[in-house]
């Protein structure tokens, strides 16, 4: 088993970020920063995928979330 390749983004500053890495199952693992020796969560990659086209279409800014 290869390492994960973890990358953060660049828009990360002080350490409070989370990392992504593609797997060798094709899964995507995604980590604390702060807290790299606990568990990762991993997605499938249609989730991720998922994930992402919502990012990138809005749907997790802050004016679209609800507070419980």
Known sequence: ???PQFQISSYCGAGACV???ALE???????????????????TAEE????????KAGEFDMSSLTVA
């Not at 995507?28 to 991993?42: F, I, M």
């Not at 991720?48 to 990012?55: I, M």
């Open 1 to 3: 088993m290869i390492a």
């Open 19 to 21: 990392a992504v890495a």
């Open 25 to 43: 199952d094709g899964t995507v693992a995604v980590r604390d920063e702060k807290t790299k020796e606990r568990p990762w969560l991993t997605f």
């Open 48 to 55: 991720w995928d998922a994930f992402v086209s919502g990012v």
